[in-house]
T-cell receptor
Framework: SQQGEEDPQALSIQEGENATMNCSYKTSINNLQWYRQNSGRGLVHLILIRSNEREKHSGRLRVTLDTSKKSSSLLITASRAADTASYFCATGGGSEKLVFGKGTKLTVNP | DTGVSQNPRHKITKRGQNVTFRCDPISEHNRLYWYRQTLGQGPEFLTYFQNEAQLEKSRLLSDRFSAERPKGSFSTLEIQRTEQGDSAMYLC????????????FGPGTRLTVT
């Protein structure tokens, strides 16, 4: 079963706008990761945030983590058409496996 | 290219047939994972290996599914007596064995059971 729930399920924005996606999860975690999946391709790791971190940046990406609310957000700034993809949060707990959410489908219109 | 590779990329089979998929991880990675992804869903964990030892299996992995990693390098996933419900994308990933790790995914094998 899937632990994470991304919100919204789908998001459509114009190039240059910011995109924010949220993820909620159910159990305690060791870390939370965000992945991107382009149509018909494998997943690409974007960023990992540890359970004792609150915010992390990587290029145009900003991730926050609130363990008290069991939620995370991914912000993509100044979006580009190439950012069009599905974005998944995945939680790592005591086991080595990752538990993925259902994803947010982002469309960036040129 | 030194990424994770999977073969075949696509497989169409008739119900009841056996299929086998192969995954070649990044060479220095000692952890290897198998996930299954259906349309509109995120990947679901099936099993993982550390070196040649299979350390965890999901309840999704029925007795028709078997995975091996005989020498701690490549891995195979076999599905026996395939059913239409097995139709999915099968993803392989690898990682280093450390506390905080990202997983590197292959392109996947898309299985269609007719």
């Amino acid at each position: 079963s899937q632990q994470g729930e991304e919100d919204p399920q789908a998001l459509s924005i114009q190039e240059g706008e910011n995109a924010t996606m949220n993820c909620s999860y159910k159990t305690s975690i060791n870390n939370l990761q965000w992945y991107r999946q382009n149509s018909g391709r494998g997943l690409v790791h974007l960023i990992l945030i540890r359970s004792n971190e609150r915010e992390k940046h990587s290029g145009r990406l900003r991730v926050t983590l609130d363990t008290s609310k069991k939620s995370s957000s991914l912000l993509i700034t100044a979006s580009r058409a190439a950012d069009t993809a599905s974005y998944f949060c995945a939680t790592g707990g005591g086991s080595e496996k990752l538990v993925f959410g259902k994803g947010t489908k982002l469309t960036v219109n040129p | 290219d030194t990424g994770v590779s999977q073969n075949p990329r696509h497989k169409i089979t008739k119900r009841g047939q056996n299929v086998t998929f192969r995954c070649d991880p990044i060479s220095e990675h000692n952890r290897l994972y198998w996930y299954r992804q259906t349309l509109g869903q995120g990947p679901e964990f099936l099993t993982y290996f550390q070196n040649e030892a299979q350390l965890e299996k999901s309840r999704l992995l029925s007795d028709r599914f078997s995975a091996e990693r005989p020498k701690g390098s490549f891995s195979t996933l076999e599905i026996q007596r395939t059913e239409q419900g097995d139709s999915a994308m099968y993803l392989c990933a690898s990682s280093l064995a450390r506390e905080y790790y990202e997983q590197y995914f292959g392109p996947g094998t898309r299985l269609t059971v007719t």
